[in-house]
T-cell receptor
């Protein structure tokens, strides 16, 4: 079956630090990959996505590249801000499985001033 | 264009009562997914519905849980005889069709069973 594995958290960084959050996946088909962000007390918002190998998704300074050879979709940002503090979820959608999303456990990022 | 609307945002039920969670998808979306987020965990798929049809309920507990998406009105997730372990955040997502690469999420309903 499909699965998503995220690095263990939480992660605490100082403002302007570099961020990497690892994500690897297992899928039987050709999934699309996503990063969702959840701010405190809120629902999930799509941060970025990539639909095929070597695609790079980007938004708000965050980037992730769909690496089929390593089955990875690591999230990066060059300079984090306090407002980036949230929970980040890596997910995949398998068109062969009714496009339902399979999520990683999520990782809490705290950015201190 | 309003987003996915879920209500109530917060719901408190005593053990043994029924919980009804509502989800109105985005305009033009006919596909609805329900997910459950237990404390300190990621979201887990529960059920996928199209108008008047359950397409995939492989993530639904076999007892006490049911879902519907009628021709008119919102999708409903119904939990009968709630227990403390049902306490969680329940999220609904909608998409315009099969193979859509993005689902849009509501803000969730946080169910607390006391």
């Amino acid at each position: 079956g499909n699965s998503v594995t995220q690095m263990e958290g939480p992660v605490t960084l100082s403002e302007e630090a570099f961020l990497t959050i690892n994500c690897t996946y297992t899928a039987t088909g050709y999934p699309s990959l996503f990063w969702y962000v959840q701010y405190p007390g809120e629902g999930l918002q799509l941060l970025l996505k990539a639909t095929k190998a070597d695609d790079k998704g980007s938004n708000k300074g965050f980037e992730a590249t769909y690496r089929k050879e390593t089955t990875s979709f690591h999230l990066e940002k060059g300079s984090v801000q306090v407002s980036d503090s949230a929970v980040y979820f890596c997910a995949l959608s398998d068109p062969g499985a009714n496009s339902k999303l399979t999520f990683g456990k999520g990782i809490t990022l705290s950015v201190r001033p | 264009n309003a987003g996915v609307m879920q209500n109530p945002r917060h719901l408190v039920r005593r053990r043994g009562q029924e919980a009804r969670l509502r989800c109105s998808p985005m305009k033009g979306h006919s596909h609805v997914y329900w997910y459950r987020q237990l404390p300190e965990e990621g979201l887990k798929f529960m059920v996928y519905l199209q108008k008047e049809n359950i397409i995939d309920e492989s993530g639904m507990p076999k007892e006490r849980f049911s879902a519907e998406f009628p021709k008119e009105g919102p999708s409903i997730l119904r939990i009968q005889q709630v227990v403390r372990g049902d306490s969680a955040a329940y999220f609904c997502a909608s998409s315009p069709g099969t193979g859509a690469t993005e689902a849009f999420f509501g803000q969730g309903t946080r169910l607390t069973v006391v």
